[in-house]
């Protein structure tokens, strides 16, 4: 089948883009060929749902178009997932993934709910929505739900105080948003804003919209406002805000009367140990024999302790899951393939570093920051971190020994930046520090800072994993042989950020980039002073996000100049100048050592019901872009029968 094809302008340069309209199986063609779910017999026979060609879009998005090596399959089942807390349920939108636009698997935005969209100079964002698109209650979804979101919604005060998402802010400006008719949506900004379509695209996405029909009984521009703030004290609000936020809340699918468009819909009020997800009548997918998405019925969520997931994984009560499994459940899971009929399979991490260290640049500690804002010394520490033995000792040899930088197989990546002062060099380590004059030592051999201190360094941790804890005694017994000698000291999450954001954490561990698979129009602001969770620079990462309100003003030249190259991507239209910007912030990020990358590439053990289908034997398993399954659909995956899977 040939493929129709949209162009758009995205950065300033010209692509083909494929509109997955599914012109073939338009309206008519479903009604004569497409069998409808079992599922949906009782409803369809009282008139409670109107057939399926009533209920898709009149072009509905066909995933034969999208996928690679789609497996057409046949409707039922359900799909037994485990989660460690109730809040986990959210990963019904990450794993979901109905987006506006969305990540396919090349990494490459395609039209997701919207028929297609035109982008020109990453100024003006134009959307076509799909007709006869609609909620999962039976609403349909239009323009109007888009402008309710932004009139009604992002710019009242009550629900936003502080205005609009800060994702629609470039250079304090919001955009201009139109609404020409009930099927295009425009959103334009005086400058260019690369982050909008990724933000679209996010797990956790940007919602630009909101089932008007349904919220508008919350609000007091449509409603009541005395029986709504009666309402809001029964439901235990201060407010009817926080009583039309309770009930708006899309990503936390805590109310499981809220219409959605995605695959499954909540139908468990939290809190709940199993939650039943069932499938949206009004999903806007299909195949190429014209059955509607998902193939799937229900998805079941089970909530236990998370400490038990392995165990129960392996005891194959989850049909997929990724979630709370790490490597070091490996050899456990494959035990219990062939016993408890599921497939362990190893997908990659996409983190630059699995594990990286973080020099604190803006330690209280002055002469600690000193210390480590010399270059000759974050260079030595990482010549004096032993990969290789890390690797063998604690994944089994299975990861790439690496700087935290991009993957192998990344566009970006080059070898020497993969191996710039992360190949392990005792004595090249020993001459930087005795360089920078740190020659003095105590009794036990370490060498003394400049305040007559022994070189001592408390390294902090979330304390979420025995696998930093392995990864710390293995540095502690090499950074000795340096003459510096190193602690741990594990605390809840929030104690650590806080330890970290205060200047009081001299080094933590974490994971390291977060998107190791990047291309020229994503952001490249991970590598530049950004954000206050950037643990080498909090407090330069304050300062850029509050707008120089709070924070520290980044003072190192060589930081300077990342935040310069980042704000030259943003503005940048030009396609080989965003691929030169990336390819110098990646130069300095390495050359800097800014942080310590040990490993990249970690296989993660994804299990897998043998009788699965379409779940890809190999891939990312990543929170961003990937958002984990998302990409890659769960609503085409589907179960075979014992005499197909023969």
């Known amino acids: 089948m040939s493929r129709p094809a949209n162009f758009f302008l995205l950065s300033g340069i010209i692509f083909c883009a494929h509109i997955l309209n599914a012109s073939v199986l338009n309206a008519g063609a479903l009604s004569a060929e497409?069998?409808?779910?079992?599922?949906?017999?009782?409803?369809?026979?009282?008139?409670?749902?109107?057939?399926?060609?009533?209920?898709?879009?009149?072009?509905?998005?066909?995933?034969?178009?999208?996928?690679?090596?789609?497996?057409?399959?046949?409707?039922?089942?359900?799909?037994?997932l485990l989660m460690g807390k109730d809040k986990d349920i959210r990963r019904m939108v990450v794993y979901g993934y109905s987006r506006i636009v969305g990540y396919n698997e090349s990494l490459e935005l395609i039209p997701d709910i919207v028929e297609s969209f035109e982008v020109h100079d990453n100024k003006e964002f134009i959307f076509h929505l799909r007709k006869g698109h609609r909620w999962s209650d039976g609403a349909p979804l239009t323009s109007e739900d888009f402008k309710y979101y932004w009139e009604d919604v992002a710019n009242n005060p009550e629900l936003n105080p502080f205005g609009p998402s800060k994702k629609l802010l470039i250079d304090e400006?919001?955009?201009?948003?139109?609404?020409?008719?009930?099927?295009?949506?425009?959103?334009?900004?005086?400058?260019?804003?690369?982050?909008?379509?990724?933000?679209?695209?996010?797990?956790?996405?940007?919602?630009?919209?909101?089932?008007?029909?349904?919220?508008?009984?919350?609000?007091?521009?449509?409603?009541?406002?005395?029986?709504?703030?009666?309402?809001?004290?029964?439901?235990?609000?201060?407010?009817?805000?926080?009583?039309?936020?309770?009930?708006?809340?899309?990503?936390?699918?805590?109310?499981?009367?809220?219409?959605?468009?995605?695959?499954?819909?909540n139908t468990t009020k939290p809190p709940a140990e199993r939650y039943v997800f069932k499938r949206n009548p009004y999903f806007h997918r299909v195949d190429v024999n014209g059955l509607q998405m998902p193939y799937i019925d229900e998805v079941i969520i089970n909530i236990v302790s998370s400490s038990l997931i392995p165990a129960k994984s392996g005891a194959g009560e989850s049909d997929l899951q990724g979630h709370y499994l790490r490597l070091d459940n490996y050899?456990?899971?494959?035990?219990?393939?062939?016993?408890?009929?599921?497939?362990?399979?190893?997908?990659?991490?996409?983190?630059?570093?699995?594990?990286?260290?973080?020099?604190?640049?803006?330690?209280?500690?002055?002469?600690?920051?000193?210390?480590?804002?010399?270059?000759?010394?974050?260079?030595?520490?990482?010549?004096?971190?032993?990969?290789?033995?890390?690797?063998?000792?604690?994944?089994?040899?299975?990861?790439?020994?690496?700087?935290?930088?991009?993957?192998?197989?990344?566009?970006?990546?080059?070898?020497?930046?993969?191996?710039?002062?992360?190949?392990?060099?005792?004595?090249?380590?020993?001459?930087?520090?005795?360089?920078?004059?740190?020659?003095?030592?105590?009794?036990?051999?370490?060498?003394?800072?400049?305040?007559?201190?022994?070189?001592?360094?408390?390294?902090?941790?979330?304390?979420?994993?025995?696998?930093?804890?392995?990864?710390?005694?293995?540095?502690?017994?090499?950074?000795?042989?340096?003459?510096?000698?190193?602690?741990?000291?594990p605390s809840q999450r929030q104690v650590f950020r806080e330890r970290i954001f205060s200047g009081e954490a001299m080094m933590s561990i974490w994971s390291g980039i977060e998107n190791g698979l990047p291309t020229a129009d994503m952001s490249p602001a991970e590598l530049a002073p950004t954000r206050q969770d950037q643990y080498q620079w909090p407090k330069w990462g304050q300062y850029y996000e509050t707008k120089g309100e709070i924070g520290e003003t980044p003072d190192m030249k060589e930081v300077q100049e990342l935040f310069e190259l980042n704000q030259s991507w943003r503005r940048s239209i030009d396609l080989s100048e965003r691929e030169q910007i990336w390819t110098k912030m990646l130069k300095n990020f390495c050359e800097q050592v800014y942080s310590i990358g040990i490993v990249n590439s970690v296989p993660q053990p994804i299990v897998v019901n043998r009788l699965l289908r379409n779940v890809p034997e190999k891939a990312i398993y990543a929170w961003s872009p990937?958002?984990?399954?998302?990409?890659?659909h769960p609503d085409i995956f589907w179960f075979a029968t014992e005499q197909q899977a023969k």
């Not at 009149?58 to 999208?66: Q, S, Y």
């Not at 599921?342 to 699995?354: E, K, P, S, T």
Request: charged share 25%; no cysteine.
């Open 34 to 80: 497409s069998p409808e779910p079992d599922y949906f017999s009782e409803q369809l026979a009282s008139g409670k749902l109107p057939p399926m060609a009533q209920r898709v879009p009149e072009n509905p998005l066909l995933m034969d178009e999208t996928m690679n090596n789609l497996m057409p399959g046949t409707y039922g089942g359900k799909m037994n």
């Open 173 to 265: 400006q919001l955009p201009v948003v139109e609404f020409p008719d009930a099927y295009t949506v425009i959103y334009r900004w005086q400058q260019p804003n690369p982050y909008f379509l990724p933000a679209l695209a996010a797990p956790s996405p940007l919602f630009i919209y909101q089932p008007k029909h349904y919220l508008t009984k919350f609000h007091p521009r449509y409603a009541d406002p005395q029986k709504l703030e009666a309402q809001a004290k029964q439901s235990g609000k201060r407010n009817w805000a926080g009583y039309y936020l309770k009930k708006a809340r899309q990503y936390k699918l805590t109310n499981p009367k809220l219409p959605s468009l995605q695959p499954w819909v």
């Open 331 to 489: 050899t456990f899971l494959k035990e219990g393939e062939k016993r408890n009929d599921y497939d362990v399979r190893l997908w990659r991490n996409i983190n630059g570093a699995h594990k990286a260290l973080y020099p604190n640049l803006n330690s209280s500690d002055l002469v600690w920051r000193e210390l480590v804002r010399d270059t000759r010394f974050r260079r030595a520490l990482s010549l004096g971190v032993d990969r290789h033995e890390i690797n063998q000792a604690v994944y089994f040899g299975l990861t790439n020994e690496s700087n935290n930088t991009v993957l192998p197989d990344s566009k970006f990546h080059n070898i020497d930046l993969q191996r710039r002062w992360a190949v392990y060099d005792p004595e090249r380590a020993n001459r930087l520090l005795d360089e920078m004059g740190l020659t003095e030592r105590n009794s036990k051999g370490l060498r003394l800072r400049p305040d007559r201190k022994p070189l001592e360094i408390i390294i902090h941790s979330a304390g979420e994993s025995t696998e930093e804890t392995d990864i710390l005694e293995l540095i502690h017994d090499s950074w000795l042989k340096l003459g510096i000698k190193i602690y741990s000291k």
């Open 626 to 632: 990937t958002s984990y399954f998302g990409v890659y």
